[in-house]
């Protein structure tokens, strides 16, 4: 598929249905798809006591943004397989904390390549202020490169 291509009909749903109800560790996290096409992935958890830091005030742990960037990273280049049938296996993640959150994460990844066998994404994890504005605030960036089986 190429950039000019349209989002194959029904993938979003399906891909919406394995994240938020069959995967035991996303369902458990609450995770939800917020937004999904070609090149382009966007998930929520939102917050809950059970996945904060033991600080007052809470604030939610680490390893949920990594796991959002992981996912939505892998997620967005899943997408620009020909067949979505294939796979993405993560080769290398990195993870740059910025802020505290104590609020829902929201990770934005989009596609930086997709290539034969590898490909990376660039991922932005953001969450409301904690002055309880509707203004949001990046707490985490990352970057995922993958094996992608075509």
Known sequence: MSDDEEFPPGVAEVIREAVEN????LSWLNTSVDDIDWGRCVLTVPFDDKLTNT???PTMHGGIAAT???T???LALRT???EFDGGVATVNLNVNYLLPASGDLTATAEVVRSGSTIGVSDILVE?????GEQARETVAVGQGAYR???
């Open 127 to 131: 969450s409301p202020t904690p002055d």
């Open 68 to 70: 959002l960037i992981d």
């Open 72 to 74: 939505a990273g892998g």
């Open 22 to 25: 069959q995967h035991g560790y």
């Open 80 to 82: 620009t397989l020909d």
């Open 55 to 57: 600080q007052e005030p």
């Open 148 to 150: 992608l089986f075509r």
